[in-house]
T-cell receptor, first 116, second 115 residues
Framework: DTEVTQTPKHLVMGMTNKKSLKCEQHMGHRAMYWYKQKAKKPPELMFVYSYEKLSINESVPSRFSPECPNSSLLNLHLHALQPEDSALYLC???????????????FGEGSRLTVL | EDKVVQSPLSLVVHEGDTVTLNCSYEVTNFRSLLWYKQEKKAPTFLFMLTSSGIEKKSGRLSSILDKKELFSILNITATQTGDSAIYLCAVPSGGSGGSNYKLTFGKGTLLTVNP
């Protein structure tokens, strides 16, 4: 079983809805990530939080809004999404981020999002 | 731009066969290469390779890195139906000040093991 827990596992939303994806880890990791994965494509980095501060935003549209309330939790707030935003959203964590450390990532099972 | 290229993109074998998956890369400031297995959902970590020529092994899986030729292979012997998955290769890349913050993934190899 993965030690990174994501909820919900599936989400269907309309383009005018506001919803949130949640991610939790209790491994004491200080870096957390959001990745987006479209069908038959590799994961693509969206955001990185390090020590609860946003370190990286890979030019993600503002309709995706990340939040890191504490070191164990990572949220992704969704508003006014488009059908092309439908994808598997993967949360990951790593012990640390930056410097010379290679980010060995531990992934959650993902939240499959469908935007109608 | 950093690149990770995996081949083949898909592979169908029978149980008991041995398979070799390939990953080639072009990145600035190479540090390591990682292999992940992705079944229905989350990618799970398999190996991290940093040194050329040193084989990493875990059960029926093994992997080796060639930093001169810029590639890695993942071998699976005596395949089982449970090995069916997408195998992703990734290399840390990007970042400023020498920090490799981003994992650049290849497109993956879809392995199907039939009984």
């Amino acid at each position: 079983d993965t030690e990174v827990t994501q909820t919900p596992k599936h989400l269907v939303m309309g383009m005018t809805n506001k919803k949130s994806l949640k991610c939790e880890q209790h491994m004491g990791h200080r870096a957390m990530y959001w990745y987006k994965q479209k069908a038959k494509k590799p994961p693509e980095l969206m955001f990185v939080y390090s020590y609860e501060k946003l370190s990286i935003n890979e030019s993600v549209p503002s309709r995706f809004s990340p939040e890191c309330p504490n070191s164990s939790l990572l949220n992704l707030h969704l508003h006014a999404l488009q059908p092309e935003d439908s994808a598997l959203y993967l949360c990951a964590s790593s012990p640390r981020f930056g410097g010379n450390l290679v980010p060995e990532l531990f992934f959650g099972e993902g939240s499959r999002l469908t935007v109608l | 731009e950093d690149k990770v290229v995996q081949s083949p993109l898909s592979l169908v074998v029978h149980e008991g066969d041995t398979v070799t998956l390939n990953c080639s890369y072009e990145v600035t400031n190479f540090r390591s290469l990682l292999w992940y297995k992705q079944e229905k959902k989350a990618p799970t970590f398999l190996f991290m390779l940093t040194s050329s020529g040193i084989e990493k092994k875990s059960g029926r899986l093994s992997s080796i890195l060639d930093k001169k030729e810029l590639f890695s292979i993942l071998n699976i012997t005596a395949t089982q139906t449970g090995d069916s998955a997408i195998y992703l290769c990734a290399v840390p890349s990007g970042g400023s000040g020498g920090s490799n913050y981003k994992l650049t993934f290849g497109k993956g190899t879809l392995l199907t093991v039939n009984p």
